[in-house]
């Protein structure tokens, strides 16, 4: 039996290779068609992207036809090269140039020689191509901006690097791939898939017709339109309303976790991204290192939070047991702390949590703070106790939406003063600065504004994401599913009392909108940089956070505004205009449109290094939005040509 056994293995090995070897050469030739690539031309045939719609079914991304021109090296003869650069206006350095890359890539596989010549172009081309051998056009699609505003949400269409070509075997070079915004979150469903036709050829290199009757050929499959939960109307007036300024805006529908609107200032029209100047425009707006337009300062813009911190201040110490709605503290002026330690305040008189919250009284919630510190034995589980607290409502740490850029922001736990203090020695009154948001805590506008949404569900959040709609399939189950913090309900509801009255006893009582209930908190944080090598203090930044109605909330939003100054100044008022424009579709309070608009900081920003390109484009859009509200031009915007970069 056993000599036996060594000769039926070969025998079953050499069976099985034979039948799989007559398997792949008789019956399965999709090998012998990568076998054959010389004598096989393969075209792709691009389908569209999808559309994109906002909320309410408004088109803000189509298509537009575009031609790429392509190139296979080996097959490229006798051309004129001054007449083809000079019908494709490009150098002679640059032919050179675009070849020599053509052929690292492949000497006889298909590249992109000069993408996205519009139809103009490609026209003038078409004409004379048959003198251009080894050249020939492929029909894609570009996006076709409906609107002038929405860039970061958008993200834009690049080529893919020779990296992802490696990678992902479904992209060839010089294909297209989406970057940045919802663009790039949802490429897969987006781009569609592309088509495959393959094309024999015979000795000379001439197309004989299709390989195999097109057995191998497929069709392009149209990428699927999605709806976004952003509101186009309300995007575009945020927008407006932070032209020559710096910051974020984020509203979010607090029942859904939709993002209503999710503005960066300063920002660019989309369009400029598009075509043959895409690559120049993306190289300027790249290298603009001083208003930095493709930073998304709404989701990466990491700010202390400031006041509006108090807020989950009192909660937790309402949670924690260590103050009730009538615990009294006496404010004068500010809060000493400790020797020598002294927290300024313009509050005066007793505080309790109600007056605390919309006079933004620094004793009562510093004093709150440190009662809940010091309930523990131990600062240092006292604090994760704390710590805890603050990120149930999602703070600290990526929030899972589903854009591809953020920031986890900072909540300080035990192990983050342990590495500043490895000596020991810290307590309630070495970090007490958390309390008013001014101390390790840092926050992006995106989480300010989770933080009000939660407030006003009293408790809890669903992740903020971008996505309504996706024909024919079901959005991510993560964004339905609810989170509830750490609080128990019934301490939200002195708070709301609170945070209503800012708006009709305390800092925002000059910003009420007739007819709507809005709850909100003013904020101001310090502001600190380097200007020659020095630290220097600088106009504070401008907070506001607010829900509205106070009753069943539809809006909550969070305001950053850089060197805007004390929170009531410039982001108070954008909040109050862009809860009327969601909820009303118009602006009642024109005299605060007015001064927003007629508000620019360049001369705060022009210290910390002049203006860029993009800022000089925003003040001539910013003269255009104001002419066609019939509001006069702000004599505070700085001249363009009195300032120089650095």
Not at 239 to 267: D, F, H
Not at 595 to 609: D, E, H, M, V
Request: aromatic share 10%; with cysteine; hydrophobic share 35%.
């Amino acid at each position: 039996m056993r000599k036996l056994l060594l000769p039926s293995l070969i025998i079953v090995a050499a069976s099985l290779l034979v039948i799989r070897i007559f398997y792949l050469q008789i019956i399965d030739d999709s090998f012998k068609l990568k076998s054959d690539n010389n004598a096989i031309k393969i075209k792709y045939d691009y389908p569209e992207r999808g559309y994109i719609y906002d909320r309410n079914g408004k088109l803000l991304v189509a298509n537009q036809a575009s031609y790429d021109i392509m190139v296979i090296p080996r097959d490229v003869k006798d051309i004129d090269t001054s007449e083809f650069c000079l019908l494709l206006d490009i150098t002679k350095e640059d032919f050179i140039k675009r070849m020599a890359k053509a052929m690292v890539y492949s000497p006889r596989l298909p590249s992109v020689f000069l993408p996205q010549l519009n139809k103009s172009e490609f026209a003038a081309f078409q004409e004379k191509i048959r003198k251009y051998e080894g050249f020939y056009f492929q029909k894609r699609s570009l996006r076709d901006y409906e609107v002038n505003f929405g860039a970061n949400v958008f993200g834009f269409i690049t080529q893919v690097n020779e990296k992802l070509v490696t990678k992902n075997p479904y992209y060839n070079s010089g294909d297209l791939i989406g970057r940045q915004g919802v663009e790039e979150s949802y490429e897969d469903i987006l781009r569609g898939i592309k088509g495959v036709k393959y094309f024999q050829k015979d000795k000379y290199n001439r197309e004989i017709g299709s390989y195999k009757e097109g057995k191998y050929d497929t069709i392009a499959v149209q990428g699927e339109d999605i709806n976004l939960t952003i509101d186009a109307e309300l995007q575009k007036y945020g927008e407006e309303l932070m032209i020559n300024k710096r910051g974020g805006i984020v509203a979010i529908e607090p029942k859904t976790g939709e993002i209503l609107a999710l503005v960066t200032a300063p920002s660019y029209d989309p369009g400029i991204l598009v075509g043959r100047q895409r690559s120049k425009n993306y190289t300027q707006l790249y290298r603009d290192s001083i208003a930095k337009p493709l930073y998304d300062r709404g989701l990466l813009a990491e700010y202390p939070p400031g006041s509006p911190f108090k807020i989950l201040t009192g909660l937790i110490a309402l949670q924690e047991g260590v103050v009730n709605e009538q615990t009294t503290f006496m404010c004068h002026h500010g809060f000493s702390y400790a020797r020598g330690r002294f927290m300024g305040c313009h509050g005066f008189g007793p505080h309790q949590l109600h007056n605390g919250i919309y006079n933004s009284c620094n004793t009562y919630f510093a004093s709150a703070y440190m009662l809940t510190i010091n309930k523990y034995a131990k600062p240092a589980y006292a604090v994760d106790v704390w710590s805890n607290h603050v990120k149930s409502f999602g703070l600290g740490q990526f929030m899972g939406y589903d854009l591809p850029t953020g920031k986890r922001g900072k909540v300080p736990n035990s192990k983050t003063y342990k590495r500043i203090y490895p000596n020991g020695g810290w307590r309630s009154t070495t970090i007490v600065s958390n309390a008013i948001g001014q101390g390790e805590v840092l926050m992006t506008p995106i989480q300010l504004a989770n933080m009000m949404a939660t407030v006003a569900n009293e408790g809890y959040y669903y992740t903020p994401h971008i996505i309504k709609k996706i024909e024919g399939r079901k959005i991510d189950t993560k964004f339905t599913t609810k989170h509830v913090t750490t609080i128990d309900k019934k301490y939200f509801k002195p708070m709301i009392s609170g945070l209503f009255d800012v708006y009709n006893l305390g800092t925002a009582s000059a910003l009420r909108v007739e007819g709507i209930d809005i709850c909100g908190k003013t904020g101001t944080a310090e502001n600190f940089a380097k200007i020659d090598g020095k630290r220097t203090q600088l106009e504070d930044h401008s907070i506001f956070v607010a829900f509205a109605p106070k009753d069943n909330p539809k809006i909550a939003i969070a305001i950053m505004v850089e060197n805007g100054g004390f929170g009531a100044r410039i982001a108070g008022p954008i909040a109050s205009l862009m809860i009327e424009k969601y909820l009303r579709k118009k602006i009642t309070r024109t005299d605060l449109e007015t001064r927003i608009l007629n508000t620019s900081l360049q001369g705060q920003y022009a210290k910390l290094g002049g203006l860029s390109e993009i800022i000089k484009l925003q003040l001539r859009k910013s003269d255009s939005i104001l002419k066609s509200k019939n509001v006069v031009a702000p004599t505070s915007i700085i001249k363009i040509d009195t300032i120089k970069q650095n």
